[in-house]
Nanobody
Framework: EVQLVESGGDLVQPGGSLRLSCAAS????????MTWVRHVPGKELEWVSS????????SYSDSVKGRFSISRDNAKNTLYLQLNSLTIEDTAMYYC????????????WGQGTQVTVSS
C-alpha cells in the first residue's frame, strides 16, 4: 500500500522547535521530489519547502527561510522538516507531498500532522 505518514506535530511555545517526519512506504521514495505544505482552516494551502529526489535542490518559502530545514533519508524512506524559532503564525496542519520524477504518476499526500504554537 502506498503511504505517506506524517508525525512529530505538537503544541509548542513561541520560539520553540519541532521536527516533523514523513515516513514513505509502498513506492520508490528516492524517485520522488518531496514537499512540505501547510494549511490553516479558512486559508489557502501554503507551500513551505521542497527537496529534490537527489537532495541537490532545496527551496523554502520566504516565510520560513532561515528557520526551517528540510531533509530526507532515502535509505530510511523518510522526509524531515526541522522547525526552529516557531511563531504563532506557523500554527497549521503540515502535510507532506510526493511527486514522481517520472510522468503520469499520481501525486501522493499524507494525512497531516498538527503544529500548534501557543503560549
Amino acid at each position: 500500500e502506498v503511504q505517506l505518514v506524517e508525525s512529530g506535530g505538537d503544541l509548542v511555545q513561541p520560539g520553540g522547535s519541532l521536527r516533523l517526519s514523513c515516513a514513505a512506504s509502498g513506492f520508490s521514495f528516492s524517485d520522488y521530489t518531496m514537499t512540505w505544505v501547510r494549511h490553516v482552516p479558512g486559508k489557502e494551502l501554503e507551500w513551505v519547502s521542497s527537496i529534490s529526489s537527489s537532495r541537490k535542490s532545496i527551496s523554502y518559502s520566504d516565510s520560513v527561510k532561515g528557520r526551517f530545514s528540510i531533509s530526507r533519508d532515502n535509505a530510511k524512506n523518510t522526509l524531515y522538516l526541522q522547525l526552529n524559532s516557531l511563531t504563532i503564525e506557523d500554527t497549521a496542519m503540515y502535510y507532506c507531498k510526493g511527486e514522481s520524477v517520472y510522468l503520469n504518476c499520481p501525486i501522493l499526500w499524507g494525512q497531516g500532522t498538527q503544529v500548534t504554537v501557543s503560549s
